[in-house]
C-alpha cells in the first residue's frame, strides 16, 4: 500500500541543484504541474514513474512511503507505478465496453462484477449515457475518457494517476479529479487550465529542467477555483444542448447565474 511518494531534489538542465530538499505527497493528494514547452514537466514524470534513484539525467531519488522502493517495483512491468490518462487516449478493442471491463477486472484479479459499478461511475463524468453492450469503438471522445477514469479509479492499482491534456476530453473535469482522489490515488496533473490547476492543493513550478517554485493554492484562488468551476459545468450543460440540437435559453436558471456574473 502506497501512503506517501517523496521527490528528493536533483538537478536542473544547466546543473544546478534545485531549490527543495523533499517534496512529500501523501495518497489523495492532487499535485498540479505547470511551466513552460521544455520546462521538464515531462522528465519530472518519468522520474516518478521510473522510481528514479538518482541515475537519470535530473539525478532525482524517489522514496516511496519515505523508503528507497524495493527493485521489483522498479523493473516489473506488472507493478507499474502510474496510470496515464490523456486527451488523446483511445480504446482499440473491438469488445463491448462490459467485455473489456470484465476482461480487464480478471487481469488485475478483481472481481468481474466491477464493471457494472466502473459503468455506473462513468456515466457521472459525461452527459452521454455509457451502456455495458456498446462496442469500445464507437465511444465518442468524452464517453472513452470518463471510461478510463472510472476504471483507473475502480480496476487498476497503480497508486499514482498521471493527468495530461485533459482540457477539452468532455468530462466533469472536477468530479473525474474526486472520484480518483478520493479512491486514494495520488494525483499529478499536468496543465495550465485553470480549472484544472486551482482544482489541486499544490502546484510545481518548472523551469530549465527543474522544479522553480512550489505554489500552495491560496484561498482566493480556491474561491476562484469553485466559481471556475460552476463556469466549467454550465459550459459542460451547454455543450450537451447544443449537441442534442436544442435551443439555449438565458433565461433557464442554471444558466442565468453564471451569465448574470459575466454580464451583470
Ligand atoms: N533536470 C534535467 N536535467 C537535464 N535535462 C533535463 C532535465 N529536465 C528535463 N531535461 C531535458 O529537457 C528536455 C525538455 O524536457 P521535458 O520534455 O521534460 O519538458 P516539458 O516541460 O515536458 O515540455 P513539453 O511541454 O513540450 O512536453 C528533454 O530533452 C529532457 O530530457
Redesign the pocket.
Known amino acids: 500500500m502506497i501512503q506517501s511518494i517523496s521527490i528528493l531534489a536533483?538537478?536542473?538542465?544547466v546543473g544546478l541543484a534545485e531549490r527543495f530538499s523533499e517534496i512529500h505527497i501523501d495518497a489523495g493528494e492532487i499535485i498540479g504541474i505547470v511551466?513552460?514547452?521544455?520546462?521538464?514537466?515531462?522528465?519530472?514524470i518519468e522520474d516518478i514513474e521510473q522510481l528514479a534513484q538518482r541515475d537519470t539525467?535530473?539525478s532525482r531519488q524517489i522514496l516511496l512511503n519515505g523508503k528507497v522502493p524495493d527493485a521489483d517495483l522498479r523493473f516489473d512491468p506488472k507493478k507499474k507505478l502510474v496510470a496515464q490518462l490523456s486527451q488523446n487516449m483511445n480504446f482499440l478493442a473491438d469488445m463491448t465496453v462490459d467485455e473489456f471491463l470484465r476482461l480487464h477486472a480478471k487481469c488485475r484479479g478483481k472481481d468481474s462484477l466491477l464493471s457494472e459499478k466502473v459503468i455506473y461511475y462513468a456515466n457521472s463524468l459525461t452527459g452521454e449515457p455509457i451502456r455495458k453492450d456498446m462496442n469500445l469503438t464507437v465511444l465518442s471522445g468524452g464517453q472513452s475518457r470518463s471510461l478510463m477514469v472510472a476504471d483507473v479509479a475502480f480496476i487498476s492499482d497503480s497508486p499514482v494517476v498521471l493527468i495530461d491534456e485533459i482540457e477539452n476530453a468532455g468530462i466533469k473535469k472536477h468530479e473525474a479529479l474526486e472520484l480518483l482522489s478520493g479512491n486514494g490515488k495520488i494525483i499529478l496533473v499536468v496543465t495550465h487550465d485553470p480549472v484544472l490547476a486551482l482544482l489541486t492543493q499544490r502546484r510545481l513550478v518548472?523551469r530549465k529542467?527543474?522544479v522553480e517554485k512550489i505554489l500552495t493554492t491560496t484561498e482566493d484562488e480556491k474561491r476562484l477555483s469553485v466559481y471556475l468551476n460552476q463556469v466549467d459545468r454550465e459550459l459542460f450543460t451547454i455543450r450537451e444542448q447544443v449537441r442534442h440540437g436544442e435551443e439555449i435559453s438565458l433565461e433557464a436558471s442554471s444558466v442565468a447565474s453564471v451569465t448574470e456574473n459575466i454580464i451583470g
Open positions: 536533483g538537478k536542473n538542465k511551466g513552460p514547452t521544455g520546462s521538464g514537466k515531462s522528465a519530472l539525467t535530473s518548472m529542467g527543474g
